[in-house]
């Protein structure tokens, strides 16, 4: 895919992952919808957007509403005549141990890092299908394959991201749609402020950006050719 006047729809978009994603598709050339529950972050990215020569509609929204997520796919639709790219970023993580987790834990979990991708996914889908060729991004987690005590709702919400990646790319595959789910293992981000999790040595772990680079070289891959899954982790954590 040429990337290159190519519009882009991002969720979890003003820090970390998303906002590396964002950043990586406006120097290749796109356009932006940005999503975040803080517009301060949006306004940020899209001025540095803006000074690549980019366009883009920055909305403040949460995505656990399926009514915020109906309209932020329209106006994007709106305004861009459809998209060609979908990044399912938006994510959370609590820790505990099932024990001890509260049900809102669980449930904000699923809301957001499942509920929301299905909501996000369903809605876009129309607009992906009239392009020649769309993609539509998932990020997961090592964490869905890799299990730990205290992880059980996030981790499980992970591997629930794998297996939706993979029921869509054969569902949409015959429809120009590719479907691809991003594995990152240890990434410099906020996730790590967690007081339960174990501080990693930052200088060892993965940034954004090279999660970034990554997902978007498989985005750049010619559409005959689909890479499903990408496992990213740190060479020595």
């Known amino acids: 895919m040429d990337i290159k006047n190519k ?37 940020s ?16 929204a949460d995505v656990t ?7 932020f796919v329209k106006a994007a639709a709106d305004k861009f005549g459809g998209f060609d790219i979908l990044v399912n970023n938006a994510g959370i993580a609590r820790f505990g141990r099932v024990e001890s987790l509260s049900t809102q834990d669980w449930d904000d979990m699923f809301e957001v890092n499942l509920r929301a991708m299905f909501l996000c996914t369903r809605e876009a889908l129309p607009h992906l299908k009239r392009k020649e060729e769309s993609v ?9 394959k890799n299990f730990f005590e205290g992880g059980a709702g996030y981790t499980a919400t992970k591997w629930g991201v794998l297996a939706l ?7 949409e595959r015959q429809n120009g749609v590719r479907v691809l789910a991003v594995c990152p293992g240890s990434v410099d981000t906020r996730f ?10 930052r200088q060892k772990i993965l940034r ?3 999660v970034a680079r990554v997902t978007i070289d498989a985005i750049k891959l010619p559409a005959h050719a689909t890479v499903s899954e990408i496992e990213i982790r740190p060479t020595n954590p």
């Open 192 to 201: 790590f402020d967690h007081e339960s999790l174990p501080k990693p040595n």
């Open 208 to 210: 954004p950006e090279d």
């Open 7 to 43: 519009v882009a729809l991002v969720t979890g978009a003003g820090k970390g992952i998303g906002r590396a994603i964002a950043l990586g598709l406006a120097r290749e050339g796109a356009n932006l919808i940005v999503v975040s529950r803080t517009i301060k972050d949006l306004e």
């Open 136 to 144: 539509v991004v998932n990020i997961s987690s090592l964490a869905g």
């Open 65 to 71: 509403r399926e009514s915020r997520i109906r309209e």
């Open 165 to 171: 990646s993979k029921c869509l790319m054969l569902e």
């Open 45 to 60: 990215l899209a001025r540095k957007a803006g000074d690549l020569g980019r366009k883009v509609l920055p909305v403040a």
